[in-house]
Nanobody, 123 residues
Framework: QVQLVESGGGLVQAGGSLRLSCAAS????????MGWYRQAPGKQRELVAAITSGGSTNYADSVKGRFTITRDSAKNRMYLQMNSLKPEDTAVYYC?????????????????WGQGTQVTVSS
């Protein structure tokens, strides 16, 4: 079982910045993929940014140039630096991770989600 806990959400004015953190814990063997998703009221959950174990990143067009995803593989942590925030960035942000748990010859794939953290950008 791998647990993810997000932190860093809050209320900020348009043009401001926030930094989200995601901490993974449990019997982690490896993490191949980590990503940030968001879901606004009445809308589907969408991928905001993702990063692989090799460091490759991918961003939604709406956040390119404003958001930066990073990870600390040694600590099983991921971050999302959000700058120049807009009211349309308001949503619940979720951390997601995929990889394997366990050790040795007993590895189990996992696909875990955090509980979400609210980001509200006022105009």
């Amino acid at each position: 079982q791998v647990q993810l806990v997000e932190s860093g959400g809050g209320l900020v004015q348009a043009g401001g910045s926030l930094r989200l953190s995601c901490a993974a814990s449990g019997s982690i063997f490896n993490i191949n993929f980590m990503g940030w998703y968001r879901q606004a009221p009445g809308k589907q959950r969408e991928l905001v940014a993702a990063i692989t174990s090799g460091g490759s990143t991918n961003y939604a067009d709406s956040v390119k140039g404003r958001f930066t995803i990073t990870r600390d593989s040694a600590k099983n942590r991921m971050y999302l630096q959000m700058n120049s925030l807009k009211p349309e960035d308001t949503a619940v942000y979720y951390c997601s991770a995929r990889g394997h748990s366990g050790s040795g010859y007993s590895l189990t794939p996992f696909n875990s989600w955090g509980q979400g953290t609210q980001v509200t950008v006022s105009s």
